[in-house]
């Protein structure tokens, strides 16, 4: 499968994913998942054997607004990795279903940080073209290795969940629960 093609796919297979473990609901618009008691933006990044893609994220600058929750629920950022069975490019093109997709992630590893974290990083103003497409976006390119330090580690089904300093645990109830996956 061709890698753009796989990106547009999987961010709602890993939404679907944190949106279960978090026990919060996946909104299709806007901020990725929201409950009565927090909102929280997914980003995940592709961990290849070859250790080529660096340990970052890319948000899109109008992303930023998303933590303005109109109904004051604090906001968070659910900044994950994740590993496949095989390589991208070896996947099925006609491969779409969220089903099938989840069934070949391996791992995954999530950071929940305050939306303010994000505000460490520079705006970049990205621009090209091709033959198919022009863009013009800021983009800001957010680093594992600022993460803020972990105060809490909860397994899911396929890695761990970090929650970071600034995150409040009562946010999240169902982290608690004895809640099957």
């Known amino acids: 499968m061709e890698p753009r093609k796989f990106n547009g796919l999987m961010p709602a297979v890993h939404e679907l994913y944190v949106a279960n473990v978090l026990g919060m ?5 806007d901020i990725d998942l929201s409950s009565n008691k927090a909102v929280v933006e997914v980003k995940f990044r592709f961990l290849d054997p070859a250790g080529k893609h660096p340990r970052k994220w890319v948000v899109l600058d109008y992303q930023l607004a998303y933590g303005e929750d ?3 629920r604090p906001a ?3 900044l994950g990795f994740y590993k496949l069975t095989r390589p991208i490019k070896s996947l099925h093109p ?3 279903r969220r089903e099938k997709l989840e069934r070949l992630v391996t791992e995954r590893e999530m950071y929940l940080v305050p939306w303010d974290w994000m505000l460490q990083f520079p705006i970049h103003q990205t621009r090209g073209e ?4 022009v863009w013009n976006n800021n983009l800001i390119y957010s680093r594992a290795d600022c993460l803020p330090k972990v105060t809490q580690t909860h397994q899911t ?13 009562k946010h999240f109830p169902y982290l608690t629960e004895d809640v099957p996956f």
């Open 70 to 72: 109109p109904e004051g």
């Open 94 to 96: 006609e491969l779409r």
């Open 130 to 133: 091709t033959e198919r497409t």
């Open 76 to 78: 968070y950022w659910c």
């Open 25 to 29: 609901h996946r909104n299709g618009h």
């Open 157 to 169: 089904p396929k890695g761990q969940l970090h929650l970071t300093e600034g995150v409040n645990p």
